[in-house]
């Protein structure tokens, strides 16, 4: 059975570039999808975009000239990389497998943004 | 982008008792609409896809209908395990989009 964990700095300050790891066990990132979900405070889950090991990645048009999704097959791991950050990024970010349905989901993981 | 329009926001219910959770799509998806359960602290849990195709594990007191633009998620005896949040999702157009969520409470 595929686990997903999340790992990355839980406070980042604004204008800076957020970096998140999703480390995958039970299944190779050669296969399916890999996708990146989050969810503000307060607010429904907001899917930010999936990548592939072929190369295939679509994001969110509302964060698709910040977001970049990587994968990392020596390491089994798969990265989102967000710039700009604002407040508004403050959210409990998720990875999942899957492109447009999360099968499997990490446990997430709380980023802030803040000065 | 699709909207997905989720009622209730919460509802208490008893032990046994049957729960209904509406979404409703902005468009038509057929019937390219999941169903996720999040518990507090836990990764979110897919239990429907496919509008009404339960998902290998999950307990069969959980279903799902509807097609087109309505749909319906029930739990047929409200066990306290189900004490979660639910979300609906279209998968139908990119981007993904999920319902406001339902919490599931027990009176």
């Known amino acids: 059975q595929v686990q997903l964990q999340e790992s990355g700095p839980g406070l980042v300050k604004p204008s800076e570039t957020l970096s998140l790891t999703c480390t995958v066990s039970?299944?190779?990132?050669?296969?399916?999808?890999w996708s990146w979900i989050r969810q503000p405070p307060g607010k429904t889950l907001e899917w930010i975009g999936y990548g592939s090991f072929s190369g295939t990645s679509n994001y969110n048009p509302s964060l698709a000239s910040r977001a970049v999704i990587s994968l990392d097959t020596s390491k089994n791991q798969f990265t989102l990389r967000l710039t700009s950050l604002t407040s508004a990024d403050t959210a409990v970010y998720y990875c999942?497998?899957?492109?447009?349905?999360?099968?499997?989901w990490g446990q997430g993981t709380l980023v802030t943004v803040s000065s | 982008d699709i909207q997905m329009t989720q009622s209730p926001s919460s509802l208490s219910a008893s032990i046994g008792d049957r729960v209904t959770i509406t979404c409703q799509a902005s468009q038509d998806i057929l019937t390219s609409l999941n169903w996720h359960q999040h518990k507090p602290g836990k990764a979110p849990r897919l239990l429907i896809y496919?509008?009404?195709n339960l998902e290998s594990g999950v307990p069969s007191r959980f279903s799902g209908s509807g097609s087109g633009t309505d749909f319906t998620f029930t739990i047929s005896s409200l066990q306290p395990e189900d004490v979660a949040t639910y979300y609906c999702?279209?998968?139908?157009?990119?981007?993904?989009?999920f319902g406001g969520g339902t919490k599931v409470e027990i009176k």
């Open positions: 039970g299944d190779s990132i050669r296969s399916f999808y």
């Open positions: 999942a497998r899957g492109k447009a349905s999360p099968v499997s």
């Open positions: 999702q279209q998968s139908d157009n990119l981007p993904p989009t």
């Open positions: 496919g509008a009404s």
